[in-house]
């Protein structure tokens, strides 16, 4: 019963509440003139168009399903139902009950009583519908037995008319839950295939975009940094021609041979991002294990690593915001964290995936901005935001650094 209502599910109760409103009146108003009228029988249609009225008020007010909320239709299907068996055992009351009467009675509301079936096999499981079942028909079942008093095969038939009656509503319901899971089944179905068209799109986004990346890669790599390690050359071989006691010239050769290397050494760094090989290769799981293996080996660092596979793979864009920031993450625990050990997480629960990197290295003030851009902290952000994910960076002087990467999913 935890499944959302289904939509107009509440409008078609509340028009089949007015519809049984109308029918007991009607039956009230025209009432059968060969039945003598008890005290009794007059009163059963009465009651049945009060439970109708008080069904209808009770459907018709939004504020009173807002603060029942999923308890709302559940609760009024139990009311509803109790109070319809309880107007049959009305009849019970009667001093001059007869059987004929009774089941020409029970056999007016199958009309009445077969539609909530409907409703339950469309909204729950076919236990509900079993339960429904059981409980209206049982009960006319015990009321013809204490009418009749005995069991013999005159009274046999008549005891069997509620049990047919009982199969003629668990097959309705039966056929409309089945129905009704088909059609969710084809609602799920449809779901997975837009997903699935979604990640296609992207992949194909993603490909486009990969392709226009290694251009970029190449053409940068035939221009600039050619031309940047050209310079480079050109200005240590003029270094070399410089006469002795030409401090001046001395210092602007090796500051602009400074400039050279610092802008051929971001040239590289710019290529190395726009060739992301190991993601397109080995996927983020392994490509991650591979760049935290790769950091341990070359710093003679301990790593502790936990990566678990994901339960279905991320978007390219968030796969490649992932492997960015631990990109980042581990370049500066290479460069700034002097650290020792590393751990490093990657896992998914409850359809959130959760990254983390730590270290037991220097650490920093996160609040402080460290100056020259060394830290990267800016850039992660910007991509955690990039795709909807919360970034935290945990660390203080002397007390090493945590990275924490969270998204989730939304379908």
């Known amino acids: 019963m935890k499944n959302p209502l289904e939509p107009g599910l509440l409008r078609l109760f509340r028009y089949f509440s007015l519809i049984g409103l109308v029918f ?7 009432t059968d003139v060969s039945i003598p009228l008890t005290t009794v029988i007059a009163f059963q249609p009465v009651y049945y168009v009060i439970i109708h009225g008080l069904l209808f008020l009770a459907l018709s007010f939004p504020w009173l399903e807002n603060k029942l909320k999923d308890k709302y239709f559940p609760l009024i299907l139990i009311i509803y139902t109790l109070a319809m068996v309880g107007g049959s055992w009305l009849y019970l009351l009667e ?33 509900a519908v079993l339960v429904y079942t059981v409980l209206t028909n049982l009960s006319d079942f015990i009321i013809t037995f204490l009418i009749i008093g005995h069991i013999n095969l005159e009274s046999l038939p008549l005891l069997t008319l509620p049990v047919v009656r009982a199969f003629a509503f668990a097959l309705v319901g039966f056929v409309v839950n089945q129905l009704n899971e088909k059609q969710r089944e084809q609602k799920h179905k449809l779901v997975l295939a837009n997903m699935q068209l979604g990640q296609y799109a992207n992949t194909l986004e993603s490909l486009a ?27 240590e071989a003029l270094k070399t021609m410089v006469p002795e006691g030409q401090t ?3 210092v602007m050769l090796d500051n602009s041979l400074s400039a050279s290397r610092r802008g051929l050494d971001g040239t590289r760094r710019a290529l190395n991002d726009l060739r992301a090989q190991p993601l397109e290769d080995l996927g983020l799981e392994l490509a991650l294990q591979t760049m935290v293996e790769s950091l341990a080996e070359r710093q003679e660092m301990l790593a502790e690593i936990r990566i678990s596979n994901l339960f279905q793979i991320l978007p390219p864009n968030v796969e490649q915001a992932f492997y960015r920031i631990a990109q980042e993450s581990i370049e500066n ?4 964290s002097r650290a020792k050990k590393i751990f490093f997480s990657l896992e ?6 959760r990254m983390e ?15 020259g851009g060394h830290f990267g902290l800016q850039g992660m952000k910007e991509r955690a935001t990039s795709i909807g994910a919360d970034l935290e960076v945990l660390s203080q002087p002397g007390e090493g650094t945590t990275i924490k990467l969270s998204w989730e999913r939304f379908v």
């Not at 975009?209 to 200005?235: F, M, Q």
Request: charged share 20%; glycine share 6%; hydrophobic share 40%.
């Open 24 to 30: 007991f009146s009607a039956r009230w108003v025209y």
């Open 95 to 127: 001093p001059n009950r007869g059987i004929t009467n009774f089941i020409s009675q029970s056999y007016s509301l199958v009309p009445i009583l077969i539609v909530p079936v409907v409703f339950i096999a469309w909204q729950y499981d076919y236990r």
């Open 209 to 235: 975009v990969s392709r226009e990346r290694n251009r970029l890669a190449r053409e940068l790599h035939d221009t600039l940094a050619h031309t940047l390690s050209g310079i480079s050359v050109n200005l």
């Open 248 to 250: 001046d010239v001395t």
């Open 333 to 336: 625990i290479s460069v700034h």
């Open 348 to 353: 998914e629960e409850d359809g959130v995936v």
């Open 357 to 371: 990197i730590r270290d037991d290295g220097i650490g920093f003030e996160p609040q402080t901005d460290p100056g």
